[in-house]
């Protein structure tokens, strides 16, 4: 049996959540656990390309998935290796020939809403008419809702420290294949896009959500991805909207509990589940 190509990467894991005292309206002390926030510097082939604020929970996958999702390496099989220090706050990316006009790809730039200053690179917003999801698939409102249902019972970083966007990658049953959190919640889409690439998850059947807002990244990030399906405990902005219509993707909002709304794609949504 062939085995899979996965680019050599490290397993730099930092401590998810710090614990400190803090006092209360009464002047009480108590102990409170908060989430870490660390820098990352990515390098490519030695040349800086940007810095990233990052909870750390899985930098790897997040330095792939920023370079997926910025069109700046097309295969995962583009990658030799994926090296994360800590001591340094830096990602050392070596890639196997290099990124053809990676200076001016990077000049050219908008920074996003996204906590932590995202950024999309400016000709993602041209590419946008080259996207294509798969016009079959399909959702239901009883899958849809099991997902909520499995969203409010995981375990979460938030729970314990707050300060953190939640994403998650299910498959078409709304079951969670992969959790990310992070303080910018278009660092969690780049880790889920990373690990997709590197676990060779297919997109065609999954449900992306997300506690973040639905803007114009998220929306152009799931796309990219392929994914049919966001979902979002949040609200979304215009451009999210205008863009989720261009490129045809069913977008949910405010969903939380058996609560939801359908802003876009009704055509592959399919209401099946009892009244409560």
């Known amino acids: 049996m062939t085995s899979i190509y996965r680019p050599e990467c490290s397993n730099a894991k930092r401590p998810l959540t710090f614990e400190i005292m ?13 989430a870490g926030e660390n820098p990352l510097t990515l390098y490519i082939d030695k040349q800086e390309i940007v810095t990233l604020m ?6 790897e ?25 800590w001591e340094v706050n830096a990602c050392a990316i070596t890639t196997r020939k290099g990124i053809r006009n990676l200076s001016a790809r990077l000049a050219k730039r908008t ?22 999801l798969p016009p079959e698939a399909r959702l239901t409102e009883s899958v849809l809702l099991s997902l909520l249902d499995n969203m409010r019972t995981h375990e979460t970083i938030y729970k314990q420290a707050g300060a953190v966007h939640g ?17 910018g919640r278009h660092n969690a889409v780049d880790a889920i896009a990373g690990q997709m690439w ?13 506690t973040g807002r639905l803007t114009s990244e998220m ?58």
């Open 198 to 210: 590197l676990d060779r998850l297919q997109p065609e059947d999954k449900i992306f959500y997300t």
């Open 54 to 59: 990052t909870l750390g929970q899985c930098p």
């Open 61 to 85: 996958a997040l330095a792939i998935g920023y370079l997926r999702n910025q069109r700046l390496i097309e295969h995962v099989e583009d990658l030799v290796s994926v090296q994360v220090d």
């Open 167 to 183: 994403c998650a990658l299910t498959d078409n049953l709304g079951q969670i294949l992969i959790y990310v959190e992070d303080v």
């Open 219 to 276: 929306v152009i990030k799931c796309a990219q991805m392929g994914i049919p399906f966001l979902v979002s405990r949040s609200g979304l902005t215009q451009m999210g909207y205008e863009i989720a219509c261009q490129v045809g993707i069913t977008l949910f909002g405010r969903a939380h509990g058996r609560h939801y709304l359908l802003f876009h794609g009704e055509d592959r949504f399919i209401r099946d589940a009892l009244p409560s």
């Open 22 to 34: 803090a006092q209360d309206e009464k002047g009480e002390a108590s102990r409170l656990f908060i």
């Open 111 to 132: 920074v996003t809403t996204g906590c932590g200053q995202g950024t999309v690179f400016g000709n993602l917003m041209e590419e946008i008419d080259s996207i294509h």
